[in-house]
Structure formats: structure tokens, C-alpha cells
């Protein structure tokens, strides 16, 4: 019961705070919107599914969390990176963690986008035609686990990296990703290689087929540059956004369940493949020669 009660506090805090960044970002948004007159529908959604997956967040993560740790700590290289303290070795220290995270976030992703076994669970996020501040959140349940066991771990066998000691660049690092889904026309322009911006992460939601399977860091454009994956924005260019197929995810049910629903159907054609006979193989004829296929299709 402590747990529990520990966990609706936790969903409290952090919902307040999610509801205070939606807020402001929406002000900004409404000064100078990349795609304008949004469906209030599509916001609403997000919204009360942002309510959802905090909660889910705040039962399932600490756990797996505690799970985690005795095995990253028993297992690990730990190789360590502590800066001191002080303004500019903490901004270096959180430099460092963040360019460690986005090199196994953009093979994740980027696995996500390439594997039809995992897009299921990517997908919910790719669908809002609406794409805003309040998309950041909009990841199925399963996404979060997922990215602990495939980016926290691997990150943790690896290094020891000290946590962030300066509370607002913490801050900071925490309220990139509501920052680079914003519905704002605004470019970085020469600079967009250097960081994730609003412009360059829209292009990775476009339904445009140039840009299908780009721009797939969080952080440092630097790591689709160097895979190939690199998409840079024209002048003014801010494309629709949502999934090629346009199906439609904006219901409580469909969001929950669309991954199972998938992953049954591919499963099944799977099966069904299996099962269909083969050519049907004639005996040789009295010369040695091998009968016409009768069964050729």
C-alpha cells in the first residue's frame, strides 16, 4: 500500500508539472503556429493520454528500475565519468550524457522505424496529425519499458556517469523532448546540425515520402549525419504530419490495444504462410527427367 501511495503522490507532482510545461508551450505556440487551426480533438486526446502514461509510468518504471540496478552495478565496465562541480563541467557533464544517450536512443529508434515487429509500439507516436507539445508524451504504455531495457541498460553495463549536480540544467535536459514537438515555425537554420530543433524533428513526423525514415536523434543531428539518415529542412518548410496510411489512433481503445492487434495480424499471416503447401514435387520419368510442376503458381 506505501508503494502505492508513494506512486499517486509521485503522478500528482509530475502531472502538475507536465500540465504547467503544456500551458506555456501552447502560449508560445499560438504566436507563431507551424501548422495552424489544430483540432482541438486531437489536442484533447493527447492530453488525457498524457494523464494515462504518467501514471503507468510512475507504477511500472521505479520497479523495473529496482530491478535493473543490482544488475547493471553486479555486471557492468562502469567506466566513469565525473566531471567536477561548478557550472561548466556540470554543462559538460550533461553534454556528455546527453551525446551517450542519443547514440543508443538513434539505434533504437531507428530500429523502431526499420523492423515490423517493433513499429507496432512506435506507432501511436507517429500517428497525431496534430503534432504539438502535447505529442511528447503520446508513446504506448510498453515504449517506456522497452527503452529501459534496450537504452538504460546497455548505457549502464557500460558507464558510471555522475548525475547532473545544477537542478535547471537538469531541468533543461528533462524538457528537451516537449521542446522539439512544439507547433512553432522556428528554424535553427545553420546551425540544425548541431541540435535537435522544432523544424528538424518534424520532418521525422512528415507523411511527405522524402522524409520517411529520418532525423531520428533526440539530441545531435550530428548521428543521422553520420549513418545517413540526415534530413535538413528547407526555408519554411513545416509538413503535415501523421502515419502514410492515415489511420486514425485517437481513441482511448485503439491506443492501448494497437500493438497487440498488429502483432496478431502479422502473426497470423505468418502462420497461414506456413501452412500453405509447397509445389507439389512429381517422381522423375522413366528417362530421369523431372516432371513439369503441375502446381506452379
Not at 507504477?59 to 562541480?85: E, N, S, T, Y
Not at 528533462?174 to 522539439?180: A, E, I, P, Q, Y
Not at 509445389?279 to 530421369?288: E, I, K, T
Request: net charge positive.
Amino acid at each position: 500500500m506505501q508503494y502505492l501511495a508513494d506512486a499517486l503522490a509521485n503522478f500528482q507532482v509530475q502531472i502538475r508539472l507536465v500540465a504547467i510545461i503544456f500551458v506555456i508551450a501552447m502560449l508560445i505556440e499560438a504566436l507563431r503556429p507551424a501548422q495552424r487551426r489544430q483540432p482541438w480533438r486531437n489536442v484533447a486526446f493527447n492530453i488525457g493520454y498524457t494523464a494515462f502514461i504518467v501514471l503507468v509510468n510512475v507504477l511500472l518504471l521505479p520497479p523495473l528500475l529496482h530491478f535493473l540496478q543490482p544488475l547493471v552495478q553486479r555486471h557492468g565496465l562502469q567506466i566513469p565519468i565525473h566531471f567536477p562541480d561548478g557550472l561548466g563541467w556540470q554543462a559538460l557533464q550533461a553534454l556528455v550524457f546527453l551525446f551517450i544517450h542519443d547514440f543508443f536512443y538513434y539505434w533504437f529508434h531507428r530500429a523502431q522505424h526499420r523492423f515490423s515487429f517493433a513499429w507496432p509500439l512506435h506507432k501511436l507516436h507517429h500517428a497525431d496529425e496534430s503534432v504539438n507539445v502535447t505529442t511528447s508524451l503520446r508513446h504506448h504504455w510498453l515504449e517506456e519499458p522497452f527503452r529501459a531495457w534496450l537504452i538504460l541498460v546497455p548505457i549502464g553495463l557500460i558507464f558510471d556517469q555522475k548525475p547532473v549536480t545544477i537542478g535547471w540544467i537538469a531541468t533543461l535536459l528533462s524538457l528537451f523532448g516537449f521542446f522539439v514537438h512544439m507547433n512553432v515555425r522556428l528554424s535553427f537554420g545553420s546551425g540544425t546540425w548541431i541540435f535537435a530543433g522544432p523544424q528538424w524533428h518534424r520532418l521525422h513526423h512528415s507523411i511527405e515520402p522524402q522524409h520517411a525514415d529520418r532525423n531520428f536523434a533526440a539530441f545531435f543531428p550530428i548521428f543521422d549525419i553520420a549513418f545517413g539518415t540526415y534530413c535538413k529542412p528547407g526555408h519554411d518548410e513545416y509538413p503535415a504530419t501523421g502515419l502514410h496510411s492515415r489511420e486514425n489512433l485517437n481513441s482511448p481503445w485503439r491506443a492501448v490495444v494497437s500493438p497487440f492487434t498488429d502483432w496478431a495480424r502479422m502473426f497470423g499471416k505468418q502462420a497461414i504462410t506456413q501452412q500453405q503447401p509447397g509445389p507439389v514435387q512429381q517422381p522423375p520419368d522413366q528417362n530421369g527427367n523431372a516432371a513439369a510442376n503441375q502446381d506452379a503458381r
